[in-house]
């Protein structure tokens, strides 16, 4: 039995390149990847591992019901064709852990699945470097839990796999706050490095902060609207100090711009938005940045 990741973009290739550490990890994507792939730690170290990459079509019944657990990494606007595409395939109890931005797909797969499902909320920062290498840009810490807390004791099972695979985690039973709160962070960050295409630690700067602190305010003002409570160093403290902790990354939206793909936008500006009109709430710095990534997109 051998955990699966679904999706292997800069996180689904660490968490496979973390994980292969304590065994066999099958990586699955649309295309075929190198099975020798580089590791480049957050202190510069580089290490190469041997992974086991498969394709979506030529996976196999008999190799999908050897997964212990899927891990599925895709974007948030791909996670649930990614995941139809081999559900079949699955024992129908298999554990499922979702890693996705924004909030959304989470609920609607935890309603779906017929095994336990459970979310991920990361701060951890990586990035790809060509389709053998992936650099893990900043170290940062992993919630995990289910949205109806009913596996708690899974959630501490592979809370603790993760964490001894360099990945640290904690199995929690509040995680829909925790991914409000990460969207928060997602929202304050990557929209305006993927619009300025900077790195994250550039957004310390000037002209940069001052659009960060506008921004959180609109968040905080759509947080409280929808009875999510701060961290206890409030809003600004936390987007900061991911920022720090990531300084050196590039936020995975800017790397979609960057690439010509689609951005996970709809799934966090979008989600703030929805909320806010709600409340009957303007957040007019969050409909701008939405509007300057829908611009993109639909240049493509």
Not at 85 to 102: C, E
């Amino acid at each position: 039995m051998s955990p699966l990741i679904l999706g292997p973009g800069a996180l689904g290739r660490l968490l496979a390149l973390s994980l292969t550490g304590l065994g066999p990890v099958m990586l699955v994507g649309r295309r075929a990847l190198p099975s020798r792939q580089t590791l480049t730690t957050p202190d510069g170290e580089r290490q190469t591992r041997q992974l086991w990459t498969v394709t979506t079509l030529p996976l196999s019944d008999s190799l999908a019901a050897q997964a212990e657990a899927v891990h599925l990494t895709t974007k948030a606007y791909a996670a649930e064709a990614a995941f139809d595409a081999i559900a079949s395939r699955l024992a129908p109890d298999t554990p499922l852990i979702l890693w996705q931005n924004g909030v959304g797909a989470q609920q609607r797969l935890s309603e779906r699945w017929s095994g336990p499902v459970l979310c991920a909320s990361t701060t951890e920062g990586a990035f790809l470097s060509g389709d053998a290498g992936v650099v893990h840009a900043g170290r940062g810490h992993t919630w995990l839990g289910d949205l109806a807390g009913r596996h708690t004791r899974l959630a501490g099972e592979i809370a603790a796999r993760l964490s001894a695979a360099g990945l640290a985690t904690t199995a929690v039973d509040d995680i829909r706050v925790r991914l409000w709160h990460k969207l928060a962070v997602n929202a304050a960050i990557n929209p305006l490095v993927a619009r300025f295409r900077i790195r994250n630690g550039q957004l310390r700067d000037r002209p940069f902060r001052p659009m960060v602190e506008a921004t959180i305010d609109e968040i905080a003002t759509v947080m409280r609207a929808e009875g999510i409570a701060a961290p206890p160093a409030g809003w600004s403290a936390l987007v900061w100090s991911v920022i720090s902790s990531t300084a050196n990354n590039r936020a995975s939206m800017l790397q979609d711009v960057l690439a010509g793909r689609p951005t996970e936008h709809e799934a966090i500006l979008g989600s703030l938005l929805a909320a806010g009109a709600r409340h009957g709430l303007a957040t007019p710095r969050l409909a701008a940045l939405h509007a300057r990534l829908d611009g993109l997109s639909t240049r493509r």
